[in-house]
């Protein structure tokens, strides 16, 4: 079993910057492909990004060129960089292996964004 612990959300004015951090209870992030998700209210999760054991990285259209999702193998974590939010961004953002692992979700952490 491995949980995941997400950090960095909070209230952000639009235009703005957050750095959301994911620590992983076990050595796992090295090895799998890590993707972060965000579930906004009265909707579905989505995923927003992935990033694969080999550095390689895919975002979701609506994310495109505002985000940058990061690992630091030493660290056990994975990070995701989010800039020029918009209102749209507020969700709460999980991350988990990519594919998901349903036993694998945490508590997310809240970002909202708005004036």
């Known amino acids: 079993q491995v949980q995941f612990v997400e950090s960095g959300g909070g209230w952000v004015q639009p235009g703005g910057s957050l750095r959301l951090s994911c620590a992983a209870s076990?050595?796992?992030?090295?090895?799998?492909?890590m993707g972060w998700y965000r579930q906004a209210p009265g909707k579905q999760r989505e995923l927003v990004a992935v990033s694969n054991s080999d550095g390689l990285t895919n975002y979701a259209e609506s994310v495109k060129g505002r985000a940058t999702i990061s690992r630091d193998n030493a660290k056990n974590t994975v990070n995701l960089e989010m800039n020029s939010l918009k209102p749209e961004d507020t969700a709460i953002y999980y991350c988990?292996?990519?594919?998901?692992?349903?036993?694998?979700w945490g508590q997310g952490t809240q970002v909202t964004v708005s004036s």
């Open positions: 988990n292996r990519f594919p998901v692992v349903r036993d694998y």
């Open positions: 076990r050595s796992i992030i090295s090895i799998f492909s």
